[in-house]
């Protein structure tokens, strides 16, 4: 082993035996720290010009093509990844060494020696922190094609996204809206691929997230997860604060614990058991301060049964508990994904359209004093401006999940009118038992006349799209966000008028659609 090679597995592995027992956690700080984010979204609109400016610098010095590039990544992907920390450990020291080697045998070996320190790149927790060790201790012509790869790699994945999302089994695409589009809102839109018969099943999704309504969750009638109304029996989960959560099965019950449950309301240990990484043993103290933050929060909540709240820290928590359970095999999720599972869950929110939020200023530091006292250092990676940028995302895109027409005895919200959450449903969220987000609907566009509407015919949070009159493959998909009909005893202009006001409180549009500027004009 060359002194080099010591150096690159001396610091790497100091580094990564300080945060073995936080593998997950700097996962998730590499997918969601709101700066890394943000930077994202920079490089997206710079990784042309990176790409051109990376392809002719290895042209003069090394002579190696695009193509051979895209080769080059094609064959790692193509390779099996270690599925345990051991055999990620192993890997890793694996392919540091053999780049190191590569790398010494001169310029025609400095491509298979950049392709195995990528290797090492794609298993190492922190993978920022390790492209700094390898800009200190390889050689730059190397590190140049590290650097190409990683963004040929990112440029491949921003632009297939809608190329593999939604599947195709959905029957629909995503596309940019048309400037002369009469409806308003999204600027994605779902389009059909194919002709659809008036009351056919576009398609069936499952969602990401839901929260039961509040109300039903104290009265115990609903399951927490799946929405579903509890017939005989029922199993449970107990918060940190004495509260029940009540399910309908056991798959309920597991996924629930597994993707929010024990993080979020328990003092169970944070990191998921099934990764087999060793836990930090929590003083009295530490636990005591976390059932406290924990109680302190779900008081908030409860106070004005703010659910886009809930439903926040819910994909915050699943964010951190998805690669686990995926590594191991034992994902309780179903929502639907990209075609190829390329693209995480964040991946998908990220994109979605987003509402103003403006929660009130006791909301952030409750969350952050939750998240810190769960896992010390997760609660940087919440800062204020993503905070409200996540809760806006999330309450423009929930869906209200009703069943037979809805009930008519939902509490009413003790919030004020223009800050009360609405959510999508044709029947008015004061019908539904609970809300819910959804990948592939959320890019459903709002029309007064719509073509489509959700339906819960199963008895669960599960979404049937139907559509509601004959629709040729290129229409645009529309639903109703609010109640649309005309009750009794309600002209059309009073009608008109009240699903508007809905419309701005609840999205923040003035509605366009071809029924509300017929009415306007007859008026």
Not at 58 to 70: A, C, D
Request: proline fraction near 6%; glycine fraction near 6%.
């Amino acid at each position: 082993m060359t002194s080099r090679t010591g150096s690159i597995l001396t610091i790497a592995g100091i580094s990564l035996c300080g945060i073995i027992a936080y593998a997950v956690y700097f996962d998730y700080k590499r997918r969601t720290d709101s700066e890394f984010r943000k930077q994202i979204r920079k490089e997206k609109r710079r990784v042309d010009k990176s790409l051109a400016q990376s392809r002719e610098a290895l042209v003069s010095e090394n002579e190696i093509s695009e193509e051979e590039l895209r080769q080059a990544l094609k064959q790692i992907k193509s390779e099996a990844q270690p599925s345990t920390q051991e055999a990620r450990e192993t890997y890793f020291m694996t392919q540091v060494g053999m780049g190191e080697q590569l790398a010494a045998r001169g310029e025609p070996f400095h491509l298979p020696a950049a392709m195995a320190f990528y290797r090492a790149l794609a298993v190492y927790p922190s993978p920022t922190e390790l492209l700094a060790i390898y800009q200190k201790t390889v050689p730059e012509s190397v590190v140049k094609i590290i650097l190409a790869l990683m963004n040929l790699d990112f440029a491949e994945k921003i632009g297939a996204y809608f190329e593999v999302f939604p599947p195709k089994w959905t029957n629909v695409s995503i596309q940019t809206r048309s400037l002369k589009s009469a409806t308003v809102g999204p600027t994605k839109v779902l389009v059909l691929n194919k002709d659809i018969a008036a009351g056919e099943v576009i398609y069936k999704e499952h969602p990401m997230l839901t929260c039961l309504d509040y109300d039903l969750q104290l009265a115990g009638t609903h399951c927490t997860h799946c929405l579903r109304e509890i017939q005989l029996g029922s199993l449970s989960l107990t918060s940190s604060a004495g509260t029940k959560s009540v399910f309908c099965s056991k798959p309920c019950q597991v996924a629930a614990k597994t993707q929010w449950h024990s993080l979020l309301l328990t003092l169970d240990p944070p990191l998921p058991a099934v990764l087999d990484l060793p836990q930090l043993a929590p003083t009295p103290a530490a636990l005591e301060a976390r059932r406290a933050a924990q109680s302190r929060f779900t008081a908030y909540l409860n106070k004005d049964s703010r659910v886009g709240t809930l439903l926040m820290v819910k994909f915050i928590a699943r964010q951190l508990t998805a690669p686990a359970t995926k590594a191991t095999g034992k994902d309780t999720g179903d929502y639907t994904e990209a075609d190829g599972g390329e693209y995480q869950i964040e991946d998908h929110v990220e994109r979605w359209a987003s509402g103003q939020a403006s929660p009130p200023p006791e909301e952030y530091p409750l969350v952050v004093a939750m998240l810190r006292a769960t896992l010390p250092g997760l609660e940087a990676f919440v800062n204020e401006t993503s905070h409200v940028s996540l809760l806006g995302r999330i309450t423009y895109n929930s869906f209200g999940v009703c069943f037979g027409g809805g009930r008519d005895n939902r509490p009413a919200s003790t919030l004020r009118p223009e800050d009360a959450e609405l959510t999508r449903t044709p029947y008015g969220t004061s019908r539904q038992v609970g809300t819910a987000l959804y990948s592939v609907s959320s890019y459903l566009s709002h029309s007064c006349a719509p073509n489509a509407r959700p339906s819960f015919s199963s008895g669960t949070s599960e979404l049937n799209l139907i559509a509601t009159k004959d629709l040729k493959k290129g229409d645009e998909v529309t639903i109703a966000y609010v109640d649309v009909t005309q009750h009794p005893g309600e002209s059309a202009l009073d009608c008109r008028l009240r699903r508007r006001k809905e419309l701005a409180r609840g999205w923040k549009f003035p509605c366009a659609c071809s029924r509300c500027v017929d009415e306007a004009s007859e008026k």
